[in-house]
Protein backbone atom coordinates (compact mmCIF):
# COMPACT_ATOMS: atom_id res chain seq x y z
CA UNK A 1 0.00 0.00 0.00
CA UNK A 2 2.84 2.37 0.54
CA UNK A 3 4.42 1.47 -3.14
CA UNK A 4 4.37 4.29 -5.44
CA UNK A 5 4.88 2.12 -9.46
CA UNK A 6 6.86 4.28 -11.75
CA UNK A 7 7.38 3.65 -15.53
CA UNK A 8 9.28 3.66 -17.99
CA UNK A 9 12.59 3.28 -16.50
CA UNK A 10 13.77 4.77 -19.21
CA UNK A 11 12.91 6.92 -22.25
CA UNK A 12 14.46 8.69 -25.56
CA UNK A 13 12.76 12.01 -27.21
CA UNK A 14 13.75 13.55 -29.94
CA UNK A 15 14.33 17.69 -29.57
CA UNK A 16 10.77 19.40 -29.20
CA UNK A 17 9.26 16.03 -28.61
CA UNK A 18 6.66 15.61 -25.56
CA UNK A 19 8.43 13.30 -22.77
CA UNK A 20 5.12 11.34 -20.94
CA UNK A 21 6.05 9.40 -17.00
CA UNK A 22 3.18 7.82 -15.29
CA UNK A 23 3.30 6.72 -11.39
CA UNK A 24 0.82 4.64 -9.72
CA UNK A 25 -0.22 4.46 -6.39
CA UNK A 26 -2.26 2.04 -4.01
CA UNK A 27 -2.80 4.09 -0.64
CA UNK A 28 -5.90 6.47 -0.80
CA UNK A 29 -4.57 8.59 2.01
CA UNK A 30 -1.52 10.61 0.30
CA UNK A 31 -2.69 13.61 -0.44
CA UNK A 32 0.34 15.67 -2.29
CA UNK A 33 2.10 14.08 -5.65
CA UNK A 34 5.71 15.38 -6.22
CA UNK A 35 7.70 15.64 -9.33
CA UNK A 36 11.75 15.75 -8.46
CA UNK A 37 14.20 15.75 -11.26
CA UNK A 38 18.04 15.10 -10.90
CA UNK A 39 20.90 15.14 -12.68
CA UNK A 40 23.93 13.35 -12.06
CA UNK A 41 25.89 13.38 -8.64
CA UNK A 42 23.65 15.86 -7.80
CA UNK A 43 20.66 16.21 -4.81
CA UNK A 44 16.88 15.77 -6.55
CA UNK A 45 15.02 19.13 -6.37
CA UNK A 46 11.28 19.83 -6.30
CA UNK A 47 9.79 20.33 -10.21
CA UNK A 48 6.14 20.62 -9.57
CA UNK A 49 4.05 19.09 -7.17
CA UNK A 50 -0.08 18.50 -7.18
CA UNK A 51 -2.97 17.99 -4.41
CA UNK A 52 -5.65 15.40 -5.38
CA UNK A 53 -8.02 18.36 -5.44
CA UNK A 54 -6.85 19.28 -8.91
CA UNK A 55 -6.68 16.93 -11.83
CA UNK A 56 -3.87 19.28 -13.80
CA UNK A 57 -1.18 21.63 -12.77
CA UNK A 58 0.90 23.23 -15.23
CA UNK A 59 4.00 25.32 -14.91
CA UNK A 60 5.74 26.45 -17.87
CA UNK A 61 6.66 22.83 -19.99
CA UNK A 62 6.11 20.87 -17.34
CA UNK A 63 2.49 19.56 -16.71
CA UNK A 64 1.04 16.92 -13.81
CA UNK A 65 -2.05 15.28 -14.99
CA UNK A 66 -3.90 13.57 -11.86
CA UNK A 67 -6.60 10.98 -12.26
CA UNK A 68 -7.84 10.31 -8.65
CA UNK A 69 -10.33 7.38 -9.50
CA UNK A 70 -7.74 5.48 -11.13
CA UNK A 71 -4.86 6.04 -8.50
CA UNK A 72 -2.44 7.29 -11.33
CA UNK A 73 -0.55 10.69 -11.91
CA UNK A 74 1.51 11.69 -14.69
CA UNK A 75 4.43 13.87 -15.83
CA UNK A 76 4.00 15.33 -19.21
CA UNK A 77 7.26 17.58 -20.51
CA UNK A 78 6.20 19.53 -23.80
CA UNK A 79 8.84 20.52 -26.26
CA UNK A 80 11.41 18.83 -24.74
CA UNK A 81 15.05 20.13 -24.69
CA UNK A 82 18.71 18.49 -24.16
CA UNK A 83 18.39 20.33 -20.65
CA UNK A 84 15.64 18.34 -19.61
CA UNK A 85 18.13 14.92 -19.98
CA UNK A 86 17.89 13.77 -16.24
CA UNK A 87 16.16 10.84 -14.24
CA UNK A 88 12.56 11.71 -13.13
CA UNK A 89 11.06 11.06 -9.78
CA UNK A 90 7.32 10.71 -8.87
CA UNK A 91 6.65 10.76 -5.43
CA UNK A 92 4.05 10.55 -2.73
CA UNK A 93 2.69 11.85 0.61
CA UNK A 94 0.98 12.57 3.09
CA UNK A 95 1.27 16.10 3.97
CA UNK A 96 4.15 16.63 5.53
CA UNK A 97 4.66 12.71 6.33
CA UNK A 98 7.74 11.43 4.63
CA UNK A 99 8.14 10.84 1.14
CA UNK A 100 7.38 7.08 -0.43
CA UNK A 101 9.65 7.90 -3.98
CA UNK A 102 8.64 5.63 -7.65
CA UNK A 103 12.26 4.09 -9.11
CA UNK A 104 12.82 6.85 -11.37
CA UNK A 105 12.34 6.99 -15.61
CA UNK A 106 16.04 8.19 -16.99
CA UNK A 107 14.58 10.71 -19.30
CA UNK A 108 17.77 11.30 -22.71
CA UNK A 109 16.58 13.92 -24.82
CA UNK A 110 17.93 13.94 -28.44
CA UNK A 111 19.07 17.17 -30.30
CA UNK B 1 22.07 30.88 2.01
CA UNK B 2 19.38 28.86 3.17
CA UNK B 3 19.99 25.18 2.69
CA UNK B 4 20.92 21.74 3.42
CA UNK B 5 24.29 21.01 3.30
CA UNK B 6 25.82 16.90 3.04
CA UNK B 7 29.62 16.45 4.24
CA UNK B 8 31.92 14.80 2.23
CA UNK B 9 30.97 14.59 -0.80
CA UNK B 10 33.11 11.45 -1.30
CA UNK B 11 33.69 8.75 1.57
CA UNK B 12 35.67 5.77 1.17
CA UNK B 13 35.00 3.00 4.00
CA UNK B 14 37.23 0.14 4.74
CA UNK B 15 36.01 -3.02 5.71
CA UNK B 16 34.47 -3.20 9.04
CA UNK B 17 34.73 0.56 10.08
CA UNK B 18 31.98 2.71 11.17
CA UNK B 19 31.88 5.98 9.06
CA UNK B 20 29.49 9.19 9.90
CA UNK B 21 27.77 11.35 7.36
CA UNK B 22 27.01 14.64 8.19
CA UNK B 23 23.69 16.82 7.32
CA UNK B 24 23.17 20.58 7.98
CA UNK B 25 20.00 22.60 7.08
CA UNK B 26 19.58 25.96 8.32
CA UNK B 27 15.86 26.20 6.63
CA UNK B 28 14.35 26.03 10.48
CA UNK B 29 12.59 22.30 9.20
CA UNK B 30 11.30 19.85 12.09
CA UNK B 31 11.87 17.18 9.25
CA UNK B 32 14.73 15.79 8.17
CA UNK B 33 15.80 11.90 6.14
CA UNK B 34 17.98 9.88 5.22
CA UNK B 35 17.89 8.28 1.68
CA UNK B 36 19.93 5.93 -0.06
CA UNK B 37 20.00 5.48 -3.50
CA UNK B 38 21.95 2.48 -5.95
CA UNK B 39 22.20 2.45 -9.33
CA UNK B 40 18.91 2.50 -11.03
CA UNK B 41 16.54 2.27 -7.86
CA UNK B 42 14.29 4.92 -6.41
CA UNK B 43 15.22 6.49 -2.92
CA UNK B 44 14.97 4.00 -0.05
CA UNK B 45 14.40 5.58 3.15
CA UNK B 46 16.62 4.45 5.70
CA UNK B 47 15.53 6.70 8.63
CA UNK B 48 13.60 9.83 9.25
CA UNK B 49 13.02 12.51 12.44
CA UNK B 50 10.13 14.67 12.45
CA UNK B 51 11.05 16.46 15.87
CA UNK B 52 14.68 16.92 17.63
CA UNK B 53 15.59 13.69 20.09
CA UNK B 54 13.31 11.17 17.82
CA UNK B 55 13.58 9.26 15.26
CA UNK B 56 12.23 6.27 13.36
CA UNK B 57 13.11 3.14 11.18
CA UNK B 58 12.96 3.82 7.12
CA UNK B 59 12.24 0.73 4.77
CA UNK B 60 16.24 -0.25 5.27
CA UNK B 61 17.14 1.00 8.92
CA UNK B 62 19.45 -2.20 9.29
CA UNK B 63 22.76 -1.39 9.60
CA UNK B 64 22.55 2.45 10.34
CA UNK B 65 22.29 4.32 13.18
CA UNK B 66 21.06 8.21 13.69
CA UNK B 67 20.45 11.07 16.29
CA UNK B 68 18.60 14.09 15.89
CA UNK B 69 20.22 16.15 18.99
CA UNK B 70 19.31 19.27 17.23
CA UNK B 71 17.38 20.48 14.91
CA UNK B 72 19.75 21.41 12.46
CA UNK B 73 21.57 18.37 12.68
CA UNK B 74 21.03 14.38 11.43
CA UNK B 75 24.13 13.12 11.18
CA UNK B 76 24.05 9.00 9.52
CA UNK B 77 26.46 6.30 10.48
CA UNK B 78 26.77 3.57 8.66
CA UNK B 79 28.15 0.81 10.74
CA UNK B 80 29.88 -2.55 9.86
CA UNK B 81 26.58 -4.38 9.74
CA UNK B 82 25.68 -2.72 6.78
CA UNK B 83 27.00 -5.42 4.06
CA UNK B 84 26.43 -3.37 1.10
CA UNK B 85 27.13 -0.11 2.15
CA UNK B 86 27.97 1.40 -1.04
CA UNK B 87 25.61 4.06 -2.09
CA UNK B 88 24.82 7.61 -3.07
CA UNK B 89 22.96 9.09 0.34
CA UNK B 90 20.85 11.96 0.34
CA UNK B 91 19.49 13.46 3.34
CA UNK B 92 16.58 15.48 2.99
CA UNK B 93 14.38 17.98 5.24
CA UNK B 94 10.73 19.48 4.74
CA UNK B 95 8.91 22.09 7.46
CA UNK B 96 7.43 18.75 8.76
CA UNK B 97 4.06 17.57 9.83
CA UNK B 98 0.85 19.11 9.23
CA UNK B 99 2.36 21.96 7.94
CA UNK B 100 1.18 23.67 4.65
CA UNK B 101 4.33 23.97 2.41
CA UNK B 102 5.19 20.47 1.77
CA UNK B 103 9.03 20.88 -0.06
CA UNK B 104 11.23 18.84 0.39
CA UNK B 105 14.80 20.29 0.02
CA UNK B 106 17.75 17.99 -0.58
CA UNK B 107 21.17 17.97 0.01
CA UNK B 108 23.78 16.78 -2.96
CA UNK B 109 24.55 13.64 -1.64
CA UNK B 110 27.54 12.08 -0.10
CA UNK B 111 29.17 8.99 -2.60
CA UNK B 112 30.33 6.14 -0.10
CA UNK B 113 32.51 3.86 -1.71
CA UNK B 114 33.92 0.27 0.34
CA UNK B 115 37.11 -0.44 -0.44
Known amino acids: QQQVKQSPQSLIVQKGGISIINCAYENTAFDYFPWYQQFPGKGPALLIA?????SEKKEGRFTISFNKSAKQFSLHIMDSQPGDSATYFC??????????FGSGTRLLVRP | DGGITQSPKYLFRKEGQNVTLSCEQNLNHDAMYWYRQDPGQGLRLIYY???????QKGDIAEGYSVSREKKESFPLTVTSAQKNPTAFYLC??????????????FGQGTRLTVV
Open chain 1, 91 to 100: AASIIGYKLI
Open chain 1, 50 to 54: IRPDV
Open chain 2, 92 to 105: ASCPGQGVGNTEAF
Open chain 2, 49 to 55: SQIVNDF
